[in-house]
């Protein structure tokens, strides 16, 4: 087996273990879902159940460690072999892989709508302060904090 391709491989199945339960794993799991749909292998709804079936594992356990340690070796198999047979996905590894935990490459997505003379607040990392009319107390606007528009 080729060294890097199994570097690559564990790296990816890391960072697939490691999103199981947690907010980042819908995209993640998608991600995974398409990389082995792009490379013809065909599984796609059994791939689909394999990924939910172990993130509900992760999820309920009561040591979700010990589960993602068992599954990390099924799924460096796995990609190892999606490797091997289409190198093609190999960017794909390399982006999911250098994402995890490391926020380098890490998208996230949202879309905010406001209507009918509505504000939004939004936040997508970190703590948000919003100061207005009303607002007593501890939680009223420092005075050298310009108040929100």
């Given at each position: 087996?080729?060294?890097?391709?199994t570097v690559?491989a564990?790296?990816?199945?890391?960072?697939?273990?490691?999103?199981?339960?947690?907010?980042?794993?819908?995209e993640?799991?998608?991600?995974?879902?398409?990389l082995?749909?792009r490379?013809?292998?065909g599984r796609?709804?059994?791939?689909?159940?394999?990924?939910d079936?172990?993130?509900?594992?992760?999820?309920?356990a009561?040591?979700?460690?010990?589960?993602?340690?068992?599954?990390?070796?099924?799924?460096?198999l796995?990609?190892?072999?999606?490797?091997?047979?289409?190198?093609?996905?190999?960017?794909?590894?390399?982006?999911?892989?250098?994402?995890?935990?490391?926020?380098r490459?890490?998208?996230?997505?949202?879309?905010?709508?406001?209507?009918?003379s509505?504000?939004?607040?939004?936040?997508?990392?970190?703590?948000q302060?919003?100061?207005?009319?009303?607002?007593?107390?501890?939680?009223?606007?420092?005075?050298?904090?310009?108040?929100?528009?």
């Amino acid at each position: 087996m080729n060294d890097e391709l199994t570097v690559l491989a564990e790296a990816g199945a890391t960072a697939l273990v490691t999103a199981m339960a947690t907010d980042l794993w819908q995209e993640t799991r998608n991600t995974i879902v398409g990389l082995f749909r792009r490379s013809g292998r065909g599984r796609r709804a059994a791939l689909a159940t394999q990924l939910d079936t172990g993130a509900a594992l992760v999820r309920d356990a009561a040591d979700p460690d010990e589960v993602r340690r068992t599954l990390f070796a099924y799924w460096t198999l796995e990609l190892v072999a999606l490797l091997r047979d289409d190198p093609a996905v190999r960017d794909a590894v390399t982006r999911l892989a250098a994402a995890s935990g490391t926020g380098r490459e890490l998208s996230f997505r949202q879309t905010i709508t406001a209507r009918d003379s509505a504000a939004v607040f939004v936040v997508q990392h970190g703590t948000q302060h919003a100061y207005g009319p009303g607002a007593t107390g501890d939680r009223g606007r420092p005075d050298d904090t310009p108040p929100v528009a």
